[in-house]
């Protein structure tokens, strides 16, 4: 754009006007910002990323071209209320119950926003209000939620436009470790948000089996396994993901016979986290003050009757674990041991993160990885068919993870394809039509963020 | 009172004013109601019982001779207001959310209010207010919580008197069945509202144990148990109720090391009602849709996997339940076979109070049974001993339960003494001062709830 030409237009016309607010600098931030700033550089867009936290800004921001990075306490409302009035379109990467605050303010202004979130119920109550502000809310627009749906939408689409009767559908993803930097006993480490970890499965957990709609308590969520051996990678277990029942609907499968979507994790893991849960370890809801100089022994011996020098074995033995690999997990992790706790007080949850967070942080060097597995069952012409679509990304390092990519590349794109006009929608939108996932698959393709799809006759 | 003496005094005095209100004529009211009626027929009062029932009230209300049955359905603000304003002290057998409302009211207009629930954080606000306009929120006033406090305070204190040093305190109570009408594998009937035996143990369940403030998941709470045998009755197990530790404070006995309040259910109750749990049968959250003429099994099926035709092995091996007591008792109440569904939609928790109300019900000459247990450890002249006090009481019939007698004693004895003069308080108040708790122990005990004492030396 040549600034002098627009000097002729009518003074309506924003000479301040910046094009995309990046909320949030955080751990999944970096791609998206550095791709965001890619983009920018290429359509002479400017970028503002906005967090409270100027060591993050300096870190992700001052080698860029074209992004500023500016200080911001979202709990300030003037300045977040003049920033977002400030942009064409803003993404955001804050925690989730604040999205509906974010949205409030764009609705105001008539600004677009993207999220990689789940739609609360709260976000619901902005559709009403966006549609008759011409605003669009696009959610669920990272990897799951996000890439999953845009991938799904168009594989299913197009089983269904070549005449395929979809009789059930599967899909999981698991944000992992490369095998290459697995070295510990869950075969895990922390690439997102580690309280998401630890709070996955609470809530409602719902799915589609065999024509019935399944419920699985959370006590048991992690015992509700299907198993899949990847070659080359390893063999990795999926638990449900949240309520998937919703979304039958919503990628037009009414009457399918089976739909899960679900949560990879390597083999091991969940049989480990199933006595973390039992235990009592992921409770967030009560506070437990401890003496100086306390340990994890001691905390687990407010959760398990008996002697906090013998932990291992009551634990075992009131949880009845007659597997010795979880207990060598849990006991590598720092459980049953003269662990000293990381402060004095705060709920099982907040000790057990404090652990994860240094026994599963990646180191420097390692790499995550993505895994994220579609499975459609079908019948064509009287047979019977399984195509299986497979997403597997290594990411380079600590910084620049498969899990940031992931996250970041398609709220980057659907950015682009939003200010390009090539995108567009009015209230709370997915990705789930055509007209969105569509343009979205092909630049995620485009990128190199490609599905290895093969299918199988199975009569 | 003479009402014509009364002419005679200042037009200040509201002649229309009545005495006590008993909102709510349900399960545990029949007792409290005749009581009143017997002390407002002594003391020329007057009693009038709210509820939106015609049919209870006529049941319980028309043979008495002081008291008036009065329609009122509470979402009727006015009418409630109006009725609040037109007495002299309230007790509230509503449901437990709805007493912050019905304390708002009462201090609104300066009258005491009585309830055998547990203080809640809503209630809690209406403290300060109650003090400022001299009224009385006693709360916890009925069997557990209230007789269980009044007898617990009263049997520490004495020790405390006589120079005991107090290190641990246990109390057990149980609304059960009377051994000669127990004839289910449960060994138990339903005496109060069934919707909180099936919500028994959700939230934060908390007791002290060998100077260890222990926390029990919900999933893992009816593992955690205690038996006790009782000559001539049976063994009975209590699990850790609620969250014991606020107690401590409140029952003077900070520095001790161990401190449990708890439920008692039969032998084997416990055992059952675990693996209802595990299979999300109590589940309040989610709604369920069901095809007319849809069974248990089906219900079940969306459980647990597998064929709803083999269900009682399915649940057994999928839970890894092997003992077959366990699962008799839950085939016993139709959960695996073709017990046909209630209605078509509600959540776990609506279809297992149905089966439980049909199942579970007392007969019109089925006697039910209170067991309350105190067991009080301390060390006096260095001596160690423990002092077991029960209280063990049978209904007359259905209708004249021990739960009904021993929740509405109390509550009519704290109307009584507050009317009286004898007891009194400002704000939100529990029976756990000498000034309150040793009337009402005193009228308990003349009314014949007494406590059966023994004493041991352990060393």
């Known amino acids: 754009v040549n600034q002098r030409f627009l000097l002729t237009l009518p003074p309506i016309v924003d000479f301040a006007m910046k094009d995309i607010l990046v909320l949030g600098a955080g751990r999944s931030a970096t791609v998206l910002i550095n791709h965001l700033d890619y983009l920018a550089h290429a359509e002479d867009w400017t970028v503002t990323v906005a967090d409270a936290s100027a060591t993050l800004l300096e870190e992700k ?10 200080h911001l306490n979202v709990s300030d409302k003037d300045k977040l209320n003049a920033m977002i009035a400030g942009h064409k379109l803003v ?44 605003v669009m809310l696009l959610n669920e627009c990272g990897l799951d939620p996000g890439i999953d749906h845009i991938s799904a939408l168009e594989l299913i689409n197009k089983i269904k436009e070549e005449g395929g009767h979809i ?4 899909s999981y993803c698991g944000g992992l470790v490369a095998p290459e930097s697995d070295d510990n006993p869950f075969g895990y480490k922390i690439s997102w948000n580690p309280r998401n970890v630890i709070n996955a499965g609470k809530g409602v957990s719902r799915y589609l089996s065999g024509g019935r709609e399944m419920m699985v308590p959370y006590h048991r969520l992690f015992r509700r396994l299907k198993a899949f051996h990847i070659q080359g990678i390893g063999t990795f277990e999926g638990y449900p993901n949240r309520d998937s029942l919703p979304y039958i609907d919503l990628y037009g499968l009414s009457g399918c016979n089976t739909f899960i979507r679900g949560t990879l994790r390597k083999q091991g893991y969940c049989q480990a986290w199933h006595y973390i849960i039992q235990a009592g370890l992921t409770d967030d809801n009560v506070i437990f003050r401890f003496a100086p100089g306390s340990t994890y022994a001691q905390l687990l011996a407010q959760l398990i009757e008996g002697d906090e020098k013998q932990m291992r074995s009551c634990f075992a033995q009131e949880l009845g674990v007659d597997d010795n690999n979880i207990l060598d997990a849990l006991e590598w992790l720092g459980l049953f041991g003269a662990t000293p706790l990381p402060f ?24 995550d990885m993505i895994i994220m597995i579609h499975e459609v069952d079908y019948v064509k012409d009287g047979k019977h068919f399984i195509t299986q679509a497979k997403l597997v990304r290594t990411g380079k390092n600590d910084q620049l993870t498969a899990m940031a ?15 390009k006009g090539k995108i567009g929608g009015k209230g709370v939108v997915l990705p789930l039509e055509k007209e969105i996932y569509g343009p979205l698959m092909r630049e995620l393709d485009n990128f190199g963020l490609r599905f290895e799809t093969t299918t199988i006759q199975t009569n």
């Open 61 to 70: 921001v001052s080698a860029l071209k074209r992004s500023e990075g500016v």
């Open 91 to 134: 993404i955001s990467l804050l925690p989730p119950d604040l999205h509906p605050i974010v949205a409030s303010i764009c609705v105001a202004h008539g600004k677009h926003l993207i999220t990689a979130s789940y739609v609360s119920d709260a976000m619901r109550l902005w559709d009403a209000p966006a549609k008759a502000k011409g």
């Open 167 to 170: 009789m059930g559908f599967q």
């Open 344 to 367: 004095e007080q705060g709920t099982m949850a907040d000790f057990l993160e404090d652990l994860m967070i240094k026994k599963l942080a990646l180191a420097k060097h390692d790499k």
């Open 405 to 419: 990519e992931t996250v970041g590349i398609p709220l980057a794109k659907a950015a682009f394809l939003t200010l």
